[in-house]
């Protein structure tokens, strides 16, 4: 036996166990150099080339179209992690498995879907994947006529990509809430994610969720006190208090809510979270025009980003103009149809149509407001002043009767005060009964 094959031994014997050791770890071996794969990012997530189940090789443009747009879409929402488009069509046509894409990619999230044109209809599936389970989180279909097939590309795009951003918050949410040590951007998921549940849970559950919610930020602060989205969602939950009243009176809401919301804006330009918070309530505390700047500044850097529609809807309907807070409320409904926010949507609509003077309209967006889940005291108070205004006397009590169980403070002053004051709904109060102060 030569003394090479002697040294040689050991050497593959310690090699071996050097492998064995790593591969438990989890760690591979490159260019041999031990290294420890990079854990995959918050809200990182594949688009894979949508499928054409037309039987028409001519319609493939449309199916790219969607899954390239998409992309980029994805790409705006913060703190996400999209893998481009190039590497993402090398699986096109391929049968793939989410779970071994996920490890190739490094990505927490697979989406996938199909596009089926027949005739004058489009039918678009999309489902949304965890990668590490395989397990399927979401899906939704849209079938839509076909007029203008890029104009539709665009508006399927667009009301995936909302509806994504919201889910794969809720998901991160999740995976965050079962760590032993959360980091700050698990946390502020976390408390967005309380955000999005609070929206559509009866009054009496409200504040509970929102102090809640302020709690989880308050620790992903203390971990990283220039966290963007923890600071505009702390902001939020101050902006429900004064939106709301529950609020100590001694609470300086220019620095809770503006000031957060401003340094949230100053540490991260594109965080359109902040420019939300900002613009509602500079847009109910009667500034509209600075509301409505701060809501066109948000949405001129993502342009389908649906929260920045509200303080837009606001500032119009503070400023008298109707026909566009109806039309963006509209088309924010159009946008994001199963939107959290769809009854606060459906709210504005309904103010608008009252000062258009379609009153049965505005009944009918009020009750939807309601069916949707948002039921606060100014939907209520808005029905009854409509309700008022129609003469019909027995329905406005009811209404404002409502109105007042949910907000004990309400009186005409506390309404122009904490409120836009729409000149036809505090008429409409008065005439229901709701005292001056």
Same mark, same amino acid.
């Given at each position: 036996?030569?003394?090479?094959?002697?040294?040689?031994?050991?050497? /593959?014997?310690?090699?071996?166990?050097?492998?064995?050791?790593?591969?438990?770890?989890?760690?591979?071996?490159?260019?041999?150099?031990?290294?420890?794969?990079? %854990?995959?990012?918050?809200?990182?997530?594949?688009?894979?080339?949508?499928?054409?189940?037309?039987?028409?090789?001519?319609?493939?443009?449309?199916?790219?179209?969607? #899954?390239?747009?998409?992309? #980029?879409?994805?790409?705006?929402?913060?703190?996400?992690?999209?893998?481009?488009?190039? #590497?993402?069509?090398?699986?096109?046509?391929?049968?793939?498995?989410?779970?071994?894409?996920?490890?190739?990619?490094?990505?927490?999230?697979?989406?996938?879907?199909s596009v089926q044109r027949d005739q004058n209809r489009v039918r678009v599936n999309a489902q949304l994947i965890d990668a590490e389970t395989g397990a399927h989180l979401w899906a939704d279909r849209?079938?839509?006529?076909?007029?203008?097939?890029?104009?539709?590309?665009?508006?399927?795009? /667009?009301?995936? /990509?909302?509806?994504?951003?919201?889910?794969?918050?809720?998901?991160?949410?999740?995976?965050?809430?079962?760590?032993?040590?959360?980091?700050?951007?698990?946390?502020?998921?976390?408390?967005?994610?309380?955000?999005?549940?609070?929206?559509? %849970?009866?009054?009496?559950?409200?504040?509970?969720?929102?102090?809640?919610?302020?709690?989880?930020?308050?620790?992903?602060?203390?971990?990283?006190?220039?966290?963007?989205?923890?600071?505009?969602?702390?902001?939020?939950?101050?902006?429900?208090?004064?939106?709301?009243?529950?609020?100590?009176?001694?609470?300086?809401?220019?620095?809770?809510?503006?000031?957060?919301?401003?340094?949230?804006?100053?540490?991260?330009?594109?965080?359109?979270?902040?420019?939300?918070?900002?613009?509602?309530?500079?847009?109910?505390?009667?500034?509209?025009?600075?509301?409505?700047?701060?809501?066109?500044?948000?949405?001129?850097?993502?342009?389908?980003?649906?929260?920045?529609?509200?303080?837009?809807?606001?500032?119009?309907?503070?400023?008298?103009?109707?026909? %566009?807070?109806?039309?963006?409320?509209?088309?924010?409904?159009?946008?994001?149809?199963?939107?959290?926010?769809?009854?606060?949507?459906?709210?504005?609509?309904?103010?608008?149509?009252?000062?258009?003077?379609?009153?049965?309209?505005?009944?009918? %967006?009020?009750?939807?407001?309601?069916?949707?889940?948002?039921?606060?005291?100014?939907?209520?108070?808005?029905? /009854?002043?409509?309700?008022?205004?129609?003469?019909?006397?027995?329905?406005?009590?009811?209404?404002?009767?409502?109105?007042?169980?949910?907000?004990p403070k309400l009186t005409v002053k506390w309404w122009r005060d904490h409120l836009l004051g729409i000149p036809a709904v505090v008429d409409g109060l008065r005439k229901a009964g709701l005292p001056?102060?």
């Open positions: 036996m030569s003394k090479r094959r002697l040294v040689s031994a050991p050497l /593959a014997a310690a090699f071996a166990a050097l492998v064995l050791l790593a591969a438990a770890g989890g760690w591979m071996l490159l260019g041999g150099h031990l290294t420890k794969p990079a %854990q995959a990012a918050h809200l990182s997530v594949v688009v894979l080339p949508f499928a054409n189940l037309s039987g028409d090789p001519s319609q493939d443009y449309f199916a790219d179209g969607v #899954t390239e747009n998409l992309t #980029t879409e994805l790409s705006r929402i913060e703190d996400s992690f999209v893998i481009a488009r190039n #590497t993402a069509f090398t699986y096109k046509g391929k049968s793939v498995d989410a779970k071994e894409i996920g490890k190739e990619l490094g990505v927490r999230y697979v989406l996938e879907g849209f079938d839509e006529d076909v007029a203008d097939l890029f104009k539709l590309q665009d508006q399927v795009v /667009a009301r995936l /990509a909302s509806a994504l951003g919201y889910e794969l918050v809720a998901a991160e949410a999740k995976k965050g809430a079962r760590h032993a040590n959360p980091d700050a951007v698990d946390l502020s998921m976390q408390g967005w994610s309380v955000i999005w549940r609070e929206l559509r %849970q009866p009054m009496k559950d409200k504040r509970a969720s929102l102090y809640e919610a302020r709690a989880l930020f308050d620790r992903a602060l203390r971990i990283d006190p220039n966290d963007a989205d923890a600071l505009s969602g702390k902001a939020l939950t101050y902006y429900a208090d004064y939106f709301y009243g529950w609020g100590d009176p001694g609470t300086d809401y220019e620095a809770e809510v503006l000031g957060q919301a401003d340094k949230a804006i100053a540490l991260a330009p594109d965080n359109l979270r902040a420019y939300y918070v900002k613009g509602a309530y500079l847009s109910i505390s009667h500034r509209p025009r600075e509301g409505l700047a701060t809501a066109e500044a948000g949405l001129a850097i993502n342009p389908n980003f649906v929260m920045l529609f509200l303080p837009r809807i606001e500032a119009e309907l503070a400023l008298g103009r109707f026909d %566009q807070a109806n039309a963006n409320a509209q088309r924010a409904i159009r946008l994001s149809p199963h939107d959290p926010f769809l009854g606060v949507f459906h709210h504005t609509a309904g103010l608008a149509e009252l000062e258009l003077g379609h009153t049965d309209a505005a009944v009918d %967006q009020f009750g939807q407001a309601i069916d949707s889940g948002y039921r606060v005291y100014t939907v209520y108070g808005d029905l /009854a002043a409509v309700y008022a205004t129609l003469g019909k006397t027995d329905e406005a009590k009811v209404a404002l009767a409502e109105a007042r169980r949910l907000n001056e102060e």
